[in-house]
């Protein structure tokens, strides 16, 4: 089945780049997606990128995507300390219909 | 901005009692989702629903579980006999598969408390 594996924590200083990294199986992805959950809180969906790009660019947030390795990372710049949460990786197969498949979750810890 | 609503935040329920949870999905999407959340752990799926009835369900989905659209707007989780184990945030989801990023949204959860 289809499996979505992230590492379990960064640390990085305020005003420091941080890089989160996913890695898929599912080659039918078309969606994958990041998604932010504070303590205590909802899933907030931060950004995703479409199969078929390489990048995608969203003020403080940078998607890279490659379909050819299964890899997809999210880099957050001049990171604030309100960025600290807990970042899932997820993704979806064609149709729009099916399951979202998520990540395990990487705690990102901001240091003032 | 369309939103997934979801009621009670926070549920407490004694062992071996039946909980509805309730969601609200985005009114125009017509494929509905429940995910489970054990605290520290991964978001799980449950079960997706689509014209009336059960698409994909998960091995955690079993016969305790069920869902329903009772109405033209509501999408509920019902746990008929629940377990600690069942102690969990429970997020609704909706999609559209028409628009970019299939619309996939979910609610800010339902915390449920099995003592």
């Known amino acids: 089945g289809e499996d979505v594996e992230q590492s379990l924590f960064l640390s990085v200083r305020e005003g420091d780049s941080s890089v989160i990294n996913c890695t898929y199986t599912?080659?039918?992805?078309?969606?994958l997606y990041w998604y932010k959950q504070e303590p205590g809180a909802g899933l907030q969906l931060l950004t995703y990128i479409f199969s078929n790009m390489d990048m995608k660019q969203d003020q403080r947030l940078t998607v890279l995507l490659n379909k050819k390795d299964k890899h997809l990372s999210l880099r957050i710049a001049d990171t604030q300390t309100g960025d600290s949460a807990i970042y899932f990786c997820?993704?979806?197969?064609?149709?729009?219909?099916?399951?979202?498949?998520f990540g395990t979750g990487t705690k990102l810890q901001v240091i003032p | 901005e369309p939103e997934v609503t979801q009621t009670p935040s926070h549920q407490v329920t004694q062992m071996g009692q039946e909980v509805i949870l309730r969601c609200v999905p985005i009114?125009?999407?017509?494929?509905f989702y429940w995910y489970r959340q054990i605290l520290g752990q991964k978001v799980e799926f449950l079960v997706s629903?689509?014209?009336?009835?059960?698409?994909?369900k998960s091995e955690i989905f079993d016969d305790q579980f069920s869902v329903e659209r009772p109405d033209g707007s509501n999408f509920t989780l019902k746990i008929r006999s629940t377990k600690l184990e069942d102690s969990a945030m429970y997020f609704c989801?909706?999609?559209?598969?028409?628009?970019?990023?299939?619309?996939?949204?979910f609610g800010s959860g339902t915390r449920l408390t099995v003592v």
């Open positions: 989801a909706s999609s559209d598969p028409g628009e970019t990023g299939y619309g996939y949204t």
């Open positions: 009114s125009n999407h017509l494929y």
């Open positions: 599912d080659s039918s992805s078309t969606y």
């Open positions: 629903f689509y014209n009336n009835e059960i698409s994909e």
């Open positions: 997820a993704e979806i197969p064609s149709g729009g219909y099916q399951k979202v498949t």
